[in-house]
C-alpha cells in the first residue's frame, strides 16, 4: 500500500511545474507586448523624422514617380506617379517636366491636357531638354 506522501508527492510536483510554466508563460506575453511598444514608438519618431515631400530632392522624387508609373516595389498607381512628377518637376527637375508633360499629352494619371503639357514641355525645353524642343516643335507643326 501506497503512503499519503508518496502519492501527494508527484501531485505536488506537477502542480507546481504548472505554475511555472504559468509564469513564464505571462513573461513572455509581457515581454512581447514591451518589444511591440517599442517598435511602435520606433516607428512613430521615424515619421515625425521623416523629411517632408518638399524636402526630398527631385531626383529622388522622380525616381519614386518612376516606381509608382512602373509598380515596382510598389502598387501601380499613375496617379501616385503624376504627383510625384509634379513635385520633382516643380523644382525644376528638366526629366520630371518632361514626363509630366507627357502625362497630360495622354492623360496618364492627370485628366488630358494640352495647355498643361505644353507648360511643363516649355519648362523642360528652356533648361535645354532636347525632347522637350522636340514635343514642342512636333506639336507646334501639327498647330500650323
Known sequence: MKSAFSVLLPCFLLSSCGEEKTVEAEKTVEAEKVVKA???????????????????????????????ESGEGVPQDFAEAAKWRRKAAEQGHADAQVSLGMMYDIG????????????????????????????LNQNAKEEN
Open 108 to 135: 496618364l494619371g492627370v485628366p488630358k491636357n494640352y495647355a498643361e503639357a505644353a507648360k511643363w514641355f516649355r519648362k523642360a525645353a528652356e533648361q535645354g531638354n532636347a525632347n522637350a524642343k522636340e514635343w
Open 38 to 68: 517599442e517598435k511602435v514608438v520606433e516607428a512613430e519618431k521615424t515619421i515625425q523624422e521623416r523629411p517632408k515631400a518638399s524636402d526630398i530632392d527631385g531626383k529622388a522624387q522622380y525616381e519614386l514617380a518612376k516606381k509608382y
